[in-house]
């Protein structure tokens, strides 16, 4: 079945900078990669996803890249706020056979420090 | 429109009872997906309904069990409850078994 691989398990940056996560996928035919963000107490809250047929989304401070072919992709945030501290989640299914079971990776815990 | 619900949202429970879980979806969404998180094993599937009928099963023992019901509400159960069952169990509603997932709050589930 499907592995989703992240990276780094923690992440601590100053507020304005630039955070990355990355994370690789091993099922070439997943097609549907989510990012979802976790705060403590919380259940997941998606903040951006893409598909297999575009290689980068962005939506204000969040971008996603897709490598397919590498099979990985990375979550950026720029100007990083103390309120983007909590923990990231990839995900990655295959839309037609799959329906919405998703393979989650093992999180980031990213801390934004004032 | 109201997010995904779950009740109830804390529960504890000893070893060897059984447990069930209710989750109404977003209002529209018709595929309900549960998922248990752990600080071991993280977010795992466990299984997924769409239109009353189970999609997807999950590597988890036949003591997980779920059902969804015609308005799309869905309950998960949980039999004969070991320590190791102590989770946040996680309900995520979509418009169909190919949509964006949004999920609930979550139950915690203590098994003492």
């Known amino acids: 079945g499907e592995n989703v691989e992240q990276h780094p398990s923690t992440l601590s940056v100053q507020e304005g900078d630039s955070a990355v996560i990355k994370c690789t996928y091993s099922d070439s035919a997943s097609n549907y990669f989510p990012w979802y963000k976790q705060e403590l107490g919380k259940g997941p809250q998606l903040i951006i996803d893409i598909r297999s047929n575009v290689g980068e989304k962005k939506d204000q401070r969040i971008a996603v890249t897709l490598n397919k072919t590498a099979k990985h992709f990375s979550l950026h945030i720029t100007e990083t706020q103390p309120e983007d501290s909590a923990v990231y989640f990839c995900a990655a299914s295959i839309r037609e056979t799959s329906g919405s079971r998703l393979t989650f990776g093992e999180g980031t815990q990213l801390t934004v420090n004032p | 429109k109201a997010g995904v619900t779950q009740t109830p949202r804390y529960l504890i429970k000893t070893r060897g009872q059984q447990v069930t879980l209710s989750c109404s979806p977003i209002s529209g969404h018709r595929s309900v997906s549960w998922y248990q998180q752990t600080p071991g094993q993280g977010l795992q599937f466990l299984f997924e309904y769409f239109s009353e009928t189970q999609r997807n099963k999950g590597n988890f023992p036949g003591r997980f069990s779920g059902r969804q019901f015609s308005n799309s509400r869905s309950e998960m159960n949980v039999s004969t409850l070991e320590l190791g069952d102590s989770a946040l169990y996680l309900c995520?509603?979509?418009?169909?078994?190919?949509?964006?997932?949004?999920f609930g709050p979550g139950t915690r589930l203590t098994v003492l």
């Open positions: 995520a509603s979509s418009r169909t078994d190919r949509d964006t997932q949004y």
